[in-house]
């Protein structure tokens, strides 16, 4: 008796808990708070894999007792990591994926009709980031890793293509001889006419066109790219997104152990920050959370920025901030009237531009480069090889 007792005690406690979860699973995150279950502002969501993965999810706060049913689900959600310590697009809140999807299907008809800012252009050829050409960069790169025979490009906001067209005829007349092969994937928003992969020589470039870019990681899931882009580059495309710190978590997910990053400025907001005109200081910020070889290229006045980062670790970048709110202001530098702000967790950015162990600035006539010897070493080594060296030094 005692035992059939204890049984059904495990098995109803069981039921109870799986259902409080479930109930707790459903509340949106608006819905959490009219129930006054939660006073803060994290979001949680449960993870991929789950009939609805993308609905934002909340918790209430750590309760005091420690005989609970409140707390044994506490425990179990943090165990489980439902419970977000940094910055992972999956716990996006509801209204951070709503204003997602309503500017992803007003920029895509901005592109399609060719309207407003993108009316004039059409790509470029050559990108350049903190003054050096991206065709160098991967040259150099190559040459970087002789024993390597396979090599993966990824172009976020890639138009036309232009610059993954130039690269493969770089890589096709450079190296016959050492019969690489370099895969291109160029990530579009819009729908162009034509096939979804071209061979070409040594190479092999993808079309992922009808991109949203806010969900690369998804788009790009049956490619599994996870942990092997070698090279990932984005230009004028950030400042558009709602999200771009949720995306640059996402691609930078996606890098290789000593893979590159290549990206300009966009524009996001930490709770309790001002508005500014710029983006350097919260860039730089993040740039250090991270942990990991950078280097940020600021014009005089610090407004706008490059930078190029590289990952010196598998796994996910480790960013100690939380999704808050969306905003809808219209920023200088940004080209999107929905930006998302963000909380810290536990620890606060850093904003200065400092020498300090393992960090060196270099001034320019027109700026300067600021981050990690390595990677300012890999600009300069860049730059020297170009035929129009950008950067001199005051």
């Known amino acids: 008796m005692f035992r059939i007792s204890l049984r059904c005690f495990i098995?109803?406690?069981?039921?109870?808990?799986?259902?409080?979860v479930e109930s707790m699973k459903a509340l949106s995150l608006d819905e959490m708070q009219e129930r006054g279950l939660r006073s803060g502002l994290a979001q949680t969501e449960v993870r991929p894999g789950a009939n609805d993965k993308h609905k934002a999810r909340s918790l209430d706060?750590?309760?005091?007792?420690?005989?609970?049913?409140?707390?044994?689900?506490?425990?179990?959600?943090?165990?489980?990591?439902?419970?977000?310590?940094?910055?992972?697009?999956?716990?996006?809140?509801?209204?951070?994926q709503m204003a997602i999807e309503e500017d992803y299907i007003y920029h895509q008809d901005l592109w399609n009709l060719g309207g407003g800012w993108c009316s004039g252009y059409d790509g470029d050829a050559e990108y350049r980031f903190c003054k050096i050409k991206l065709s160098i960069a991967l040259r150099i790169y190559i040459?970087?890793?002789?024993?390597?025979?396979?090599?993966?490009?990824?172009?976020?906001?890639?138009?036309?293509c232009l610059i993954s067209k130039n690269l493969v005829n770089l890589i096709n007349n450079e190296y016959a001889q050492r019969q690489i092969h370099v895969s291109f994937f160029n990530l579009q928003q819009e729908n162009p006419k034509g096939p979804d992969q071209?061979?070409?020589?040594?190479?092999?470039?993808?079309?992922?066109?009808?991109?949203?870019?806010?969900?690369?990681?998804?788009?790009?899931?049956?490619?599994?790219?996870?942990?092997?882009?070698?090279?990932?580059?984005?230009?004028?495309?950030?400042?558009?997104?709602?999200?771009?710190?949720?995306t640059l978590v996402q691609a930078y997910d996606l890098l290789r152990p000593n893979g590159l990053l290549f990206m300009d400025d966009f524009v996001f907001r930490f709770e309790g920050q001002t508005v500014t005109s710029g983006s350097y200081a919260n860039i730089l910020a993040i740039l250090k959370?991270?942990?990991?070889?950078?280097a940020i290229w600021g014009d005089r006045c610090k407004v706008s920025c490059q930078f190029v980062l590289q990952k010196n670790k598998p796994g996910r970048a480790e960013i100690p901030v939380l999704y808050s709110h969306v905003e809808h202001r219209n920023w200088e530098h940004s080209?999107?009237?929905l930006l998302v702000v963000f909380k810290c967790n536990g620890v606060?950015?850093?904003?200065?531009?400092?020498?300090?162990?393992?960090?060196?600035?270099?001034?320019?006539?027109?700026?300067a480069l600021y981050g990690t010897p390595e990677l300012i070493s890999f600009i300069l080594d860049c730059?020297?090889?170009s035929t129009e060296p950008q950067l001199e030094i005051t």
């Open 11 to 20: 098995i109803g406690g069981f039921i109870l808990s799986h259902s409080s």
């Open 61 to 96: 706060d750590r309760p005091t007792s420690t005989c609970s049913i409140a707390n044994v689900l506490y425990r179990l959600y943090r165990d489980l990591e439902i419970i977000p310590t940094r910055l992972n697009w999956i716990y996006r809140p509801r209204s951070v």
């Open 143 to 160: 040459d970087s890793h002789p024993t390597q025979n396979e090599f993966l490009v990824l172009i976020i906001g890639a138009r036309n």
């Open 198 to 246: 071209q061979e070409a020589g040594l190479c092999t470039i993808h079309y992922i066109k009808h991109c949203n870019f806010e969900r690369l990681s998804e788009r790009l899931e049956k490619y599994s790219l996870t942990n092997r882009i070698d090279l990932c580059a984005s230009q004028l495309c950030f400042r558009f997104l709602v999200d771009p710190l949720g």
């Open 289 to 294: 959370f991270i942990d990991t070889p950078f």
């Open 335 to 337: 080209l999107t009237a």
């Open 348 to 367: 606060q950015p850093d904003f200065e531009t400092r020498e300090e162990p393992g960090r060196q600035i270099l001034t320019f006539t027109d700026g």
């Open 383 to 385: 730059d020297k090889r």
